[in-house]
């Protein structure tokens, strides 16, 4: 079986210190969460960066750069970049894609609107043709979040009119509360649809974090945990750190005999050109 790819997502956009005094807010806390992931077994770091006054997401380049430089330099970790801001404000688009100005080898890539907390996280056409040029003529690999599977249809007619590139790369979001749910069915029938040549990668929100975790593990696709999708290490136990995430997924991939892709061997699964 291929090597399993882990992707640390390292604090999201909306997460307070009130929710959890765990979730980092400052670049140098990301910077050092990334770190200590790398250092645990991550190939891939999914980055949101926050405004340093508010605590809240932003998509400041000079934020992102101050994660993005660090990391190049103490790391060979592949970087992905958020394009999708903060879900439900809605930012002007050229706010939205500015960070693949930095050259990540990855970029979210947001197939679709959907509700999402009480409000409508808009994906427009305009957008995603936009998001798609611009990867596109930067050498950036979209990652295709789905989140249901209008969104996975939408990604092939795209690739059909030659905006997206095969082989595609898919991040399933399973278990958000107005999405696909965190199960079994859900997942496989999502899964039928996606071409053979494609990779993916599997995202289980709240407690669907681990079930969703060992379904990738077992059918050969890759994982991404951490405190962006789940604050709980188990019930009622907040999770410590994203680190204590990716060393249990470490643990229970050795021990089901998977071994574990280096960045370098994830740049080759992925079909990615190291920066």
């Known amino acids: 079986m291929e090597k399993l790819i882990i992707t640390a997502a390292i604090t999201g956009s909306r997460i307070t210190r009130e929710i959890t005094p765990h979730i980092p807010i400052t670049p140098a806390e990301i ?38 430089e660090p990391l190049r330099e103490k790391t060979d970790l592949i970087l992905c970049l958020t394009t999708s801001g903060i ?8 706010d939205r894609i500015a960070p693949v100005d930095l050259l990540p080898e990855l970029a979210s ?63 399933f979001v399973m278990g958000t ?21 494609s990779t993916w990668s599997i995202i289980g929100i709240g407690k669907g974090h681990l079930p969703m975790s060992l ?15 789940n604050i709980y290490y188990s019930k009622g136990a907040l999770a410590e750190s994203n680190a204590q995430f990716v060393k249990r997924i470490v643990r229970i991939s050795r021990e089901y005999g998977r071994d ?6 994830t740049r080759q699964i992925l079909s990615l050109k190291k920066r």
């Open 109 to 171: 890539f947001d197939a679709g609107s959907i509700n999402l907390g009480g409000t409508v996280f808009i994906n427009s056409p305009e957008f995603l043709e936009r998001a798609a040029e611009k990867m596109k003529e930067t050498g950036v690999k979209p990652e295709i979040e789905i989140f249901d599977l209008g969104m996975i249809i939408t990604s092939l007619r795209m690739r059909d009119q030659g905006k997206l590139d095969e082989p595609l790369h898919f991040q």
């Open 31 to 68: 910077v050092q969460s990334a770190y200590e992931c790398w250092q645990a077994g991550a190939s891939i770091v999914h980055i949101h960066v926050r405004d340093p006054r508010t605590g809240q997401g932003t998509q400041d380049v000079e934020v992102f750069r101050q994660v993005v």
């Open 215 to 229: 379904m990738a593990l077992a059918m050969g696709g890759h994982i991404r945990v951490g405190l962006e999708d």
């Open 177 to 197: 509360p107005w999405g696909a749910p965190a199960t079994p069915k859900s997942f496989l029938h999502l899964h039928e649809h996606i071409p053979e040549d």
């Open 260 to 265: 574990i892709a280096s960045p370098d061997e």
């Open 87 to 94: 879900p439900g404000r809605n930012l002007p688009t050229d």
